[in-house]
């Protein structure tokens, strides 16, 4: 997040406030402030990059919000395909991030009706804030469906229905087709350390630690994962086998089995939550499949968990995966498919619909040459 100090005049008074939003996005040309606007009027200024700073109630700004959604992607062209799809969600987001509210100090907001957001920020920024802040209601209302989504946790069948609690910015494994297959694979022989690469929101350790692996470490660059990664492992109760490190995929030395899932997607991430989901032209895959085999123990595994979701969009070659495999001194010694479970895959409304048709999701057991 950055912060940028931001001017304008309301009732002939002078106003400043931090504009606090994602350095990818813009800050607006211009502001505003009114309570009162219909959604093909609010959509015309944001195409002037106009800030719509919201003075009217809570939930009537929600639904000019979602007012504005709608008109913007009723309006909007089918992609042709994935490129054309991410710009125009991209450009989507960048009008979306246009109606603000006004964060009062203490993580107070004033509006008519408005709830006590200060919960839900507390979850992004344990400092309240001591100046007053124009943050997007899109984007608020985000952290606020993450802060539920932080308190409520996912069920994971793969721990037994233990649940694993994820905050905004950090990877929420909804998607348990791929758990069960880590889940359920056959163990080297002989292990006694695994690592965990990109751990996120540790549920990966967390099951390696449930199948009795004495020694974990799960690893990530994101401080906000590993932080959640910690405290998911203490409340299962794993703390004992599973060590986490602020790294850049491996630690110092050697394990017996090496477990990563990477992101599936060779695409820059639009904001700081995609980091999890898109991997700028498969640079991590890449460079944890060139570097692993040194990091393997005699008769050490390693499992890649990956979808073919990019082959389906044309994003990568189906021949690529297994050469960059080869290349790096690896070989299969099995793999297992699953059809993807989540709601995205039976959506024929989705646009990437076709593509998620045809998805398989794969655990890679492989072995050094």
Known sequence: MTYSTLCWTENQQAHTAQWLNDPRNPAPARLMATDHLNSREALRLMHQQTG????????????????????????????????????????????FQLLLVEIQPGFRLDNPRAPDISPALTDIYPVPNQQTWLMPLHLL???????????????????????????????????????????????PDTINTAWDIGTGSGVLAAILARRGIPAIIGTDTNERAIDCARANIQRLGYEGQ????????????????IVCNPPWLPAKAGNAIEAALYDPQHHMLKAFLQQVSAHLN???QVWLIMSDLAEHLGLRAPTA?????EAAGLHVLHKTDVRPQHPKAQDSGNALFAARQRETTSLWQLVAN
């Open 298 to 300: 005699p008769n050490g």
């Open 141 to 187: 209302l985000g952290y606020i469906g993450a802060h539920e989504w932080h308190k409520t946790g996912v069920v994971i069948e793969a721990l037994d229905q233990q649940r694993i609690h994820v905050p905004f910015g950090v990877f929420s494994p909804l998607r348990g087709e791929y758990l069960t297959l880590v889940a359920n694979a056959a163990l």
């Open 242 to 257: 599973v060590t986490l490190s602020h790294t850049d995929l491996f630690p110092a030395g050697q394990a017996d089995l």
């Open 52 to 95: 719509i700073i919201w003075r009217g109630d809570y939930h009537q700004g929600k639904q000019l919000l979602a007012a504005i959604k709608k008109q913007v992607r009723t309006q909007a062209k089918t992609a042709a395909d994935f490129h054309r799809y991410r710009l125009q969600q991209l450009q989507h987001s960048r009008l």
């Open 321 to 325: 995966l297994p050469q960059w495999i």
